[in-house]
């Protein structure tokens, strides 16, 4: 289910996640701010020179950190 509210164009998404909160191991923080990059065809993006091992999550499915 958030694979595919998160699957849409970034411009759309980016807007939704903000002031989401996210919890992992008792720990709940809330979104302040968020980017929405292109990814590989946008120039502002590292995922734009291609896949590294550092930038490989950002080359997988939505909602992965």
């Given amino acids: 289910m958030l694979a595919r509210l998160l699957a849409g164009d970034v411009l759309d ?18 979104l302040t701010e968020v980017e ?8 502002g993006s590292h995922a734009f020179r291609g896949r590294t091992r550092r930038n490989a999550v950002m080359f997988g ?5």
């Fill in 13 to 30: 998404v980016a807007p939704r996640l903000l002031g989401a909160h996210l919890t992992h191991a008792g720990v709940t923080v809330r």
């Fill in 36 to 43: 929405a990059y292109g990814g590989a065809d946008d120039p």
């Fill in 61 to 65: 499915p939505p909602g992965r950190l």
